[in-house]
């Protein structure tokens, strides 16, 4: 069993993220996309500190200063650049679309992990990512055709266009993120701790912005007008920056990054239930059969 913990917490992960998109959505819809970005990395920020203290784990302030270096960067390309551009895609083209331009990460995770990394994957397991991703880009394709843009409706051209582009810009930053990860989380180091390195200095990096912007007051104000977004973005905050975001830190430091982005990106196989009794969405054939390809897999990756 001990065998495939990266593998597990990858999947539990996804299970996470499925919620976090969720939150997330409901959130933008109501406050903005770029507000929700900012609360909720402050919210994991104490999340992870909390957790630190409860855990009795010391604080990582002492960690080397190479692991500060790759860890801001892989909080900056995947917290900072990457989630921009996903929760603009969430507010345009719904979680379900965005979590298809998503899946595309494991082809950019692989390409840099071989580059940068020199990491090799057998044929078997190129086969088991080139299945999981054609299960999930079926499952979201499907289910993209039979309601509009997950939104209750057509989006305008423009906004669609957008918010597919938003999507792979998403996955290149995620990417980016996992393979600056592994570089940082090097040896025994903590994951919990990686996750909060990379935490604070992702909301580092924004909140200079926002301030730099002269947008602190405003972002505060948005959430006064629209309190119950707060609900949403404490729940996203929660499963995603914290629990989710450190489970991903675990998949890729106990298994290879090319397998590990390939079971991260199964959101939209859990989504199904769930855009189907929060966004009262149909589900068809093609979405099951697309969902029992992408299981196939998740099998053969955990096989080879």
């Known amino acids: 069993m001990f065998l495939f913990v990266g ?51 010391p604080l990582p302030f002492g960690a080397a200063p190479w692991r500060w270096f790759w860890l801001t960067l892989s909080g900056l390309f995947g917290l900072v650049i990457g989630d921009a551009f996903l929760f603009q895609a969430f507010v345009w083209i719904g979680p379900r679309l965005s979590m298809l331009m998503l899946s595309t990460a494991p082809i950019f995770s692989t390409v840099l992990a071989w580059l940068f990394l020199g990491e090799r994957l057998s044929g078997l397991e190129l086969a088991g990512i080139a299945v999981t991703t054609l299960g999930i880009a079926w499952v979201v394709l499907d289910r993209a055709g039979s309601g509009g ?8 051209p423009t906004h669609f266009r957008l918010g597919l582009l938003f999507g792979v810009g998403a996955a290149v930053g995620q990417a980016l993120g996992y ?18 390195i990379r935490m604070i200095a992702a909301a580092a990096i924004l909140w200079l912005v926002t301030l730099l912007l ?25 499963f995603g920056p914290f629990l989710g975001v450190t489970l991903s830190l675990v998949a890729v430091q106990r298994t ?12 939209p196989i859990f989504l199904l239930p769930i855009s189907h009794f929060v966004f009262k969405e149909r589900i068809g054939w093609g979405a099951i059969a697309g969902t029992l390809v992408a299981v196939a897999g998740v099998a053969i990756l955990a096989l080879a």
């Not at 843009?149 to 305008?156: D, L, S, T, V």
């Not at 393979?179 to 909060?196: D, E, I, P, Y």
């Not at 972002?219 to 929660?238: D, S, V």
């Open 7 to 57: 593998e597990l917490a990858a999947v539990v992960t996804s299970l996470c993220w499925s919620f976090t998109s969720t939150f997330f959505t409901l959130a933008g819809r109501l406050v903005g996309s770029v507000v929700v970005n900012r609360i909720r990395l402050l919210l994991a920020v104490l999340f992870l500190v909390l957790a630190h203290f409860l855990l009795r784990q």
């Open 149 to 156: 843009a997950g939104n209750g409706g057509p989006e305008p």
């Open 214 to 238: 002269g947008q602190v007051r405003p972002t505060f104000a948005a959430l006064r007008r629209r309190p119950e977004a707060m609900k949403y973005i404490l729940g996203g905050a929660f």
């Open 179 to 196: 393979v600056t990860a592994k570089k940082g989380l090097a040896g025994a180091f903590s994951a919990l701790s990686g996750t909060l």
């Open 256 to 267: 290879q990054v090319g397998i590990a982005s390939t079971l991260l990106a199964l959101p």
